[in-house]
């Protein structure tokens, strides 16, 4: 009753907004809408799309619309803008889903998770994953992801090659990331990292991006995987059932672990365990998802922290410095600092649940509204010197740096933010303490640029390099 109330205050009381169509926009054309200025002959690239969203910031302000096929929205720059999105997103946050990924979980599993779920079937596996938002949760794993940056440490010093180069930093990361994620989700570790790793663990690795690539695939191409099985979505079923392989044993030891009551070291599993709405389906799924969430973005993230520092000789330093006292207030500096200026997801949205006036316009309940916070972590508007690394900026101590809280969102916002956030922070902070203590870390020499592209999330646009030198 009151949600209608609002809507027909917004609607007829709220003389100082103008209504969509008056959301300024580029020229479209019949069926396409703005597809055309995506194509080979146009001005853009869907894998530089925060690129393409800043220029057409330029032309068109901090408000525009944009109709890509039959999806239609509201793109924001700005950061009020984006407060207001979030604050307006309703009990039950919804955006775009995953239509293949859905269809195939449902199909295969009989259940679908968090990742293409919305509505009251999304707040039906929440629950499970709250507990990872806890840092009290999180203790008890600190000497397992601590024993895992050591193995890590001990994998650089065999893999080094000429110069002490470890080349393509980012597929020896995602060793590092499938092992720290093992001692959480199943809660047994998979030793990748082992100078002889077994063959199932590296499947695991190969998989998870593969099945990247499948989802970004079914999302960007026609939908004819609903008549055949093409070959993205073949990607996706394939990997899936590593996945399944990989984990279904585990699971079932972890799971006897939880019915006999010797879980008690594994939170997040007992957790998982202990929901009674859940099926043993969805636990699966929510497993699945809890491994698989956390590689590929902590990958991305740790390469560009490495790179930066790297470049970087005095905020190295810092870093170092504190790596030895054990202080890592400059560390969660540093990852904010990496995530600002090459976030690895490319925009956060919301599906309206209810009218909103949103930047002076009314937007309608159904629009999808999306912020796009690579484009403002990188706007002078909000950061000053955007293009630099500057850790310092995060710190409490600079007075001359406030930022908006909603310029950069790294990880989105409310309670459809990524669950896996203090997880990711913890894994990265502790591996780069371990690195610092016992590596210098400089650049290949390489002076080619490094840009982040979109694929599924965003990624460097070539191989980084790091030279890992020892400490004397």
């Known amino acids: 009753m009151s949600l209608c109330l609002s809507n027909i205050l917004l609607r007829y009381f709220s003389k100082a ?56 929205m509201i793109v924001t720059t700005d950061a009020e803008n984006t407060c207001t999105m979030f604050r307006n997103e309703g009990m039950y946050p919804q955006r775009p889903a995953f239509p293949a990924l859905y269809h195939l979980r449902k199909k295969e599993f009989g259940s679908v998770g968090l990742t293409p779920s919305n509505g009251k079937e999304w707040h039906h596996f929440r629950p499970a994953v709250n507990p990872l938002l806890k840092p009290a949760t999180l203790k008890p794993y600190l000497s397992l992801l601590e024993e895992v940056a050591s193995d890590f440490v001990d994998y650089i010093e065999r893999n080094v090659l000429t110069c002490r180069t470890l080349f ?79 984990l279904k044993d585990e699971l079932d030891v972890v799971r006897t672990k939880h019915a006999s009551g010797s879980l008690k070291d594994s939170p997040i599993m007992e957790h998982l365990f202990s929901c009674p709405n859940l099926t043993v389906k969805d636990q699966f799924i929510v497993a699945m ?43 969660t500096a ?96 502790i591996l780069l303490k371990a690195i610092l203590k016992k590596y210098e870390l400089k650049d290949d020499g390489n002076p080619a640029p490094i840009e982040m592209v979109v694929r599924m999330n965003r990624i460097p646009n070539r191989k980084v390099n790091v030279r890992f030198v020892p400490r004397s």
């Open 334 to 429: 540093c990852i904010k600092e990496t995530l600002r200026l090459s976030p690895t997801s490319v925009a956060n949205g919301r599906i309206l649940p209810a009218d909103a006036v949103i930047g002076g316009y009314l937007i309608p309940a159904g629009k999808f509204v999306t912020s796009f916070h690579p484009v403002m972590g990188l706007s002078e508007k909000y950061f000053r010197d955007p293009h630099k690394f500057r850790p310092e900026r995060w710190l409490k101590e600079d007075e001359t740096e406030k930022s908006h809280p909603f310029a950069s969102l790294p990880f989105g916002f409310g309670s459809r933010m990524c669950p896996g956030k203090r997880f990711a922070e913890l894994e990265m902070t």
């Open 17 to 72: 907004t103008k209504p969509l169509t008056d959301i300024p926009s580029p020229p479209s054309w019949p069926l396409v809408g703005h597809a055309h200025l995506f194509t080979n002959r146009g001005p853009y690239s869907f894998e530089r799309l925060p690129e393409a969203v800043a220029d057409l910031t330029e032309k068109y302000g901090p408000i525009f619309r944009l109709k890509l096929g039959p999806q239609d």
């Open 168 to 246: 393509d930093i980012s597929s020896h990361l995602s060793k590092f990331s499938v092992e720290a994620v093992s001692v959480v989700c199943p809660g047994i570790k998979y030793s990748v990292l082992s100078p002889s790793p077994t063959a199932e663990a590296m499947k695991i690795v190969d998989a998870n991006q593969a099945f990247l690539d499948g989802l970004y695939q079914t999302l960007m191409g026609a939908p004819l995987w609903k008549v055949w099985k093409t070959k993205p979505y073949l990607q996706i079923e394939h990997a899936h059932q590593i996945f399944y392989d990989s």
């Open 289 to 331: 998802e809890l491994f698989t969430g956390a590689i590929d973005a902590t990958v991305t993230t740790m390469t560009m922290l490495l790179h930066y520092l790297a470049n970087n000789k005095k905020c190295q330093e810092v870093a170092y410095e504190n790596a030895k006292a054990d202080n890592f207030r400059f560390f």
